[in-house]
């Protein structure tokens, strides 16, 4: 099993910044893509930005230029770095990962609890 403990949500005026991160436990040696996704109230879940072991990015088409993903490896620890947020980012923020028999830019087994980011004026 993998665990993973989001940090970093919160509330921010549009246009602003905010950092998330995901550090993961566990049978760490296992984990192949690590990803965010989100989930908006009444919406389906999204891709946000996930990252392979060799740092191969995917970004979803409403972040692209506005959010950048980091990866660790000797930490295991992923950061979600997002710039001039729209009120349209509000949602839950999850981080995923997946084991090796996936591919790094699919959907993994194994959830986060989420994080809550909110974007109002």
């Known amino acids: 099993q993998v665990q993973l403990v989001e940090s970093g949500g919160g509330t921010v005026q549009p246009g602003g910044s905010l950092r998330l991160s995901c550090a993961a436990s566990g049978r760490i040696g296992t984990i192949n893509g690590m990803a965010w996704y989100r989930q908006a109230p009444g919406k389906q879940r999204e891709l946000v930005a996930a990252?392979?072991?060799?740092?191969?990015?995917k970004y979803g088409d409403s972040v692209k230029d506005r959010f950048t993903i980091f990866r660790d490896n000797a930490k295991n620890e992923i950061d979600l770095q997002m710039d001039n947020l729209k009120v349209e980012d509000t949602a839950v923020y999850f981080c995923?990962?997946?084991?090796?028999?996936?591919?790094?830019?699919?959907?993994?087994?194994?959830w986060g609890q989420g994080t809550q980011v909110t974007v109002s004026s």
């Open positions: 995923n990962v997946g084991g090796v028999r996936t591919p790094w830019y699919k959907e993994g087994d194994y």
């Open positions: 990252i392979s072991g060799g740092k191969s990015t």
